[in-house]
């Protein structure tokens, strides 16, 4: 799914879109105990309490794409004949007023999620009628498609502490008591996807709030199929492959030129308007590497260790192994932060016999705060 898809849908959680008819939901103890699970009929909840459910499920299709938002792709041989896609699809196709299957995921949830608190699962089901553009004066009204689907979060619980609050009819504060209060999402995910306007069985989306851990036990679980690792993790793994694959050829100007050619890739996406999230393969980077310079030898040894981590056929999305805000230049006693964009304020050199790291200033120069002014004499190193 793409970015303008996703937004198509987001828009669709609010009292005055939603189609659906009520919020299911589990209440899970930190023990995998259920506490409780209900189903609220969203015509008799006050139009301010739906927005609130609606704002959870809405949380769902934020952040970024390949990041938070992870493209579920089945295997033709599981659409066709899996416990997994058919369970979905009985969720979907009863709007989940088939209890058997809403209790099967429930179970299927609890039973895999490695949770340390409480937590609430919300679903509910929804149907718009999808209209495209046309140029049929009759066919302007017309419905191409009726898109049905299901949407699930799962949101931790926190319980808050007594407090002092204001109580209106005695117009003074008192002790209140303990309260839970429903948190934003962790993870969630959406059935069918929403591809091209349409839908498309084969895939599903799957969230993450954090970019440390995506549960992929859950995902596993749910869908049978593997998740690429989170993406913070992602870029720790590609930096150590650099590292211990390129050895002493991996030298300032090639992880700068590495910096330049995910920015390019990004660039390009951006100046194009391409809505699907760029990606980039082993074949690309390893390109990179031959163009800076770098050894056969080593270049063998990247795409060994790429495939050894990643996959063969894995392509990455930049964002995931790029720093795009800044450049961090970082020794045993020192932290530097650069502009991305100019990386050709620094390079690399061995002065008197010590490897160091040599800055170009332009305009004002701070040291704590005070600006102070290089004398010719002085050797601009850090």
Partial sequence: MIKKEIGELRRRFTTKKSNASNIIGCYVSEKKEIISTFSLSAAMLGEEELEKYFSIFKASLSGTIDKNLLDISFATSQVVDSPEHKLLMSLRNSALKDEESLKKLFNLIIENLAFDESYVILMLADRFDVFKPSFREESKNDSEEMFSFISCVICPVKETKSAL?????????????TSCIVSRPSLGFLFPAFDDR????????????????????LAQALFNVGIPMPSEEQKEVFSEILSSSLEEECTAEVVNSIHSCLSGIL??????????????????????LMSCGVSDEKIEHFEESYDSQFGDDTELSPHNVLSS??????????????????????ETKIIDGNPCVVIKTEGALTINGVNVKIAEKEEAAV
């Fill in 325 to 346: 805000r800044e450049i961090v230049l970082k020794t045993e006693n020192a932290t530097i932060k650069i502009n991305p964009e100019r990386k050709d304020l620094f």
């Fill in 198 to 217: 349409t839908t498309n069985i084969y895939n599903a989306l799957y969230y993450t709030k954090s970019s440390k851990d995506n549960h992929p036990e």
């Fill in 267 to 288: 660039e390009e996406n951006k100046e194009n308007k391409v809505d699907e999230s760029p990606k980039i393969s082993k074949i690309q980077l390893s390109d990179c």
């Fill in 165 to 177: 609050g204001y109580e209106r009819e005695q117009r003074a504060f008192h002790e209140t008591d």
